[in-house]
């Protein structure tokens, strides 16, 4: 299978603008991602996907592959999709700009379902902290016996109506798609649970399109506010 990394690196950001060229450790937070994405084997190609001028230029400085798409695509899966248009592949991984702990091994455990031929949508899923639990930043899945995932949501779910014990997860919003998959998404309208939860993922469910979800060890930190900033810090910094 021909596989490419994609890190959609969008400058205008909401909560953090320009997180994705903020230093953390001394390095922009692109460098991060993209040195981790480009140290797993499974992938053939990478390249950062951007809206900005300026997010290229640093590629370019780097020798990063870099593909300049429109500031008006609304989301990461669509900037993905843009590139598909121009880089053919059979898997493309969707591997977010603002998560600057990202391992090798979480892209190795997001493609492990595609070597089923039915899956066509792959995602992450680890062990969600007691502090996450409630915090409707950090969005919970949950799933079918065979990894299928039945929801996302930024509630907690399930809800543990007798109060025992629960294993409760929280999803990393990392995706791997097949080509035909990729292809419908923006030939979806926006569907009614991704606008209440604003959670893109939702599409491809409310059109029966199912997620594979991979467990893994390693949780992440994805980076919107000034304080995922600073705590991503203090675990990137090199120690005396």
């Given amino acids: 299978m ?22 953390i450790a001394g390095r922009p937070m692109l460098a991060w991602v993209y040195d981790a994405a480009r140290a797993c084997p499974q992938l053939d ?16 400085a780097n020798n990063w592959p870099v593909q300049l798409t429109s500031p008006s ?52 899923k680890v062990a969600c902290t007691p502090a996450n639990i409630h915090n409707p930043n950090a969005v919970k899945v949950v799933t079918a016996a065979d990894g299928r995932a039945l929801y996302f949501s930024r509630a907690t779910i399930p809800y543990n109506r007798d109060g025992g014990p629960t294993q409760y997860w929280k999803h990393i919003g990392l995706y791997g798609y097949r080509k035909a998959a990729l292809q419908r998404f923006p030939t979806l309208p926006p569907s009614t649970l991704e606008h209440t939860e604003r959670l893109e993922q939702l599409r491809f469910l409310e059109n029966n399109i199912a ?30």
Avoid: M
């Fill in 2 to 23: 021909g596989v490419l990394g994609v890190i959609p690196a969008r400058l205008a950001s909401t909560r953090l603008p320009r997180k994705i060229l903020r230093p």
């Fill in 45 to 60: 190609d990478l390249i950062v996907a951007t809206d900005s001028e300026e997010i290229a230029n640093l590629c370019s």
């Fill in 73 to 124: 695509l609304p989301s990461g899966t669509d900037r993905v999709h843009a590139i598909a248009q121009l880089i053919d592949a059979d898997i493309y991984v969707n591997i977010q700009g603002d998560e600057p702990l990202l391992k090798p091994e979480h892209l190795t455990a997001l493609l492990k379902p595609f070597a089923h031929p039915h899956v066509e949508v792959s995602t992450l």
């Fill in 211 to 240: 997620l594979y979800v991979e467990h893994t060890d390693f949780d992440t930190i994805g980076v919107d506010t000034e304080e995922d900033l600073k705590l991503v810090e203090t675990i990137l910094q090199p120690g005396p």
